[in-house]
């Protein structure tokens, strides 16, 4: 209850919430009613398991678009993972595909690289 109530009131200041690893451990339907969660971070066990049935992960993204939530697709790794998500509405991607952790220093000169390009 103390975490909705300071969720809310700093919702209302414009400071917006990511909720991470949906679909895995302590997420669920009731937090994202009742919490004032902007975007919504598929677990990266959802996006693997969504090339075997894409009709969910295409049903979870309506949901949460009609919720008003940003939805972000964690892991993705591959060519047809990206299509895949991109095919189903998904906003944003992270994962492999893009770049393997980098350390501070390597992060700054892929964003320059990326910027002069």
């Not at 009709?55 to 990206?82: D, F, N, P, R, Y």
């Amino acid at each position: 209850e103390t975490v909705s109530d300071v969720m809310i009131e700093l919702s209302l200041k414009k400071i917006t919430f990511a909720l991470d690893d949906f679909g895995t451990g302590y997420s669920n339907l009731r937090a994202l009613i009742d919490l004032p969660y902007d975007y919504v971070k598929f677990d990266k066990s959802v996006i693997h398991a969504a090339i075997a049935n894409p009709s969910m992960l295409t049903l979870l993204t309506e949901m949460l678009h009609k919720m008003g939530k940003c939805v972000i697709a964690e892991g993705v790794e591959t060519e047809e993972q990206l299509t895949l998500v991109r095919s189903v509405g998904i906003e944003l991607a992270q994962g492999y595909y893009y770049s393997k952790p980098l350390k501070e220093i390597d992060f700054r000169e892929l964003i320059i690289q990326t910027l002069n390009s």
